[in-house]
Nanobody, 119 residues
Framework: QVQLVESGGGLVQAGGSLRLSCAAS????????MGWFRQAPGKEREFVAF????????SYADSVKGRFTTTRDSAKNTVYLQMNNLEPEDTAVYYC????????????WGQGTQVTVSS
């Protein structure tokens, strides 16, 4: 089993930055595929970013491309989401998720961390 815990959320003004962390425990997540999702009030959960642990390559939703970057730290068993130039539309609960196969659904989810961007 893998437990995921997000942290780093908070209140920030538009144009500001935050870095979210997703710390894994229970087993190493080396080789897993890690995703970031978000859910705003009254909206469905949406994909934000994805990182292939082995290659370190990330992919991003168009709405965050060029502003958000996801990275991983094998020694810390942790994935990060650096969010720059934040906009009020980025306000949401952010979740990280993990899966062992790129073809499968996500197996593990964190509890989420709130990000609020004021205008």
């Amino acid at each position: 089993q893998v437990q995921l815990v997000e942290s780093g959320g908070g209140l920030v003004q538009a144009g500001g930055s935050l870095r979210l962390s997703c710390a894994a425990s229970g087993r190493t997540i080396n080789g897993y595929y890690m995703g970031w999702f978000r859910q705003a009030p009254g909206k469905e959960r949406e994909f934000v970013a994805f990182i292939n642990w082995n290659s370190g390559r990330g992919s991003y939703a168009d709405s965050v491309k060029g502003r958000f970057t996801t990275t991983r730290d094998s020694a810390k068993n942790t994935v990060y989401l650096q969010m720059n130039n934040l906009e009020p539309e980025d306000t949401a609960v952010y979740y990280c998720a993990a899966k062992i196969s790129v073809y499968s659904e996500y197996d593990y989810w964190g509890q989420g961390t709130q990000v609020t961007v004021s205008s």
